[in-house]
């Protein structure tokens, strides 16, 4: 069946050094791969996602690159701000018929001084 | 940008109980979920909802869970009767389009405790 691992449930780290958040998974057929932060008290929201055409997905200055030889979705970032601390979800979903995402346990990032 | 609210927040009701869950999803939005989390798990589907019919539900959406949406109004997850291991954090989530490229927009969720 389909799962979703992230490593790491809890990364500590100095502004300005750079974020890297393991995802990794297992999905039968071709997925899209998703992922999402939320903030304290607040939804989960969507940061990106993959995409067919190669384009790596970037917003808010994190990007992530599928690697379908190594079923990774890895979120980097370069210079890691205060404001990044969140909890970060990696999620798959299939590209067959239905709409229901797999989550992996999630990452705690925490941004210090 | 656009948000699903959940109400309550919180809610504590006694096992055996009924209880009823609100999602106001965003207002153009077609397809509706219901996504579960136990403490220090991962979040996990439960169902999907469109047009007053169920589309897909997990092995973790028992017969004492039912979904419906009456006239537009609330999205409402309601589980009767409620057992201990229905404790946890549920989210609702709405959509514009069906599938698994579609972004779907998360609530805040509402956190059920059953003693």
């Known amino acids: 069946g389909d799962s979703v691992t992230q490593t790491e449930g809890l990364v500590t780290l100095t502004e300005g050094l750079p974020v890297m958040l393991n995802c990794t998974y297992q999905?039968?057929?071709?997925?899209?791969l998703f992922w999402y932060v939320q903030h304290l008290n607040e939804a989960p929201k969507l940061l990106l996602k993959s995409f067919t055409d190669n384009k790596r997905p970037e917003h808010q200055g994190f990007h992530a690159t599928l690697h379908k030889s190594s079923s990774s979705f890895h979120l980097q970032k370069s210079s890691a701000q205060l404001s990044d601390s969140a909890l970060y979800y990696c999620a798959l979903g299939e590209n067959n018929a239905g709409a229901k995402l797999t989550f992996g346990g999630g990452t705690r990032l925490t941004v210090r001084p | 940008g656009p948000k699903v609210l959940q109400i309550p927040s919180h809610q504590i009701i006694d096992m055996g109980q009924m209880v009823t869950l609100n999602c106001d999803p965003v207002?153009?939005?077609?397809?509706f979920y219901w996504y579960k989390q136990i403490l220090g798990q991962q979040m996990e589907f439960l169902v999907n909802f469109y047009n007053g019919k169920v589309m897909e539900k997990s092995k973790l959406f028992k017969d004492q869970f039912s979904v419906e949406r009456p006239d537009g109004s609330y999205f409402t997850l309601k589980i009767q009767p409620t057992a201990l291991e229905d404790s946890a954090v549920y989210f609702c989530?709405?959509?514009?389009?069906?599938?698994?490229?579609?972004?779907?927009?998360f609530g805040p969720g509402t956190r059920l405790t059953v003693l």
């Open positions: 989530a709405s959509s514009l389009n069906w599938g698994n490229y579609a972004e779907q927009f």
């Open positions: 207002s153009n939005h077609l397809y």
């Open positions: 999905s039968t057929y071709s997925p899209f």
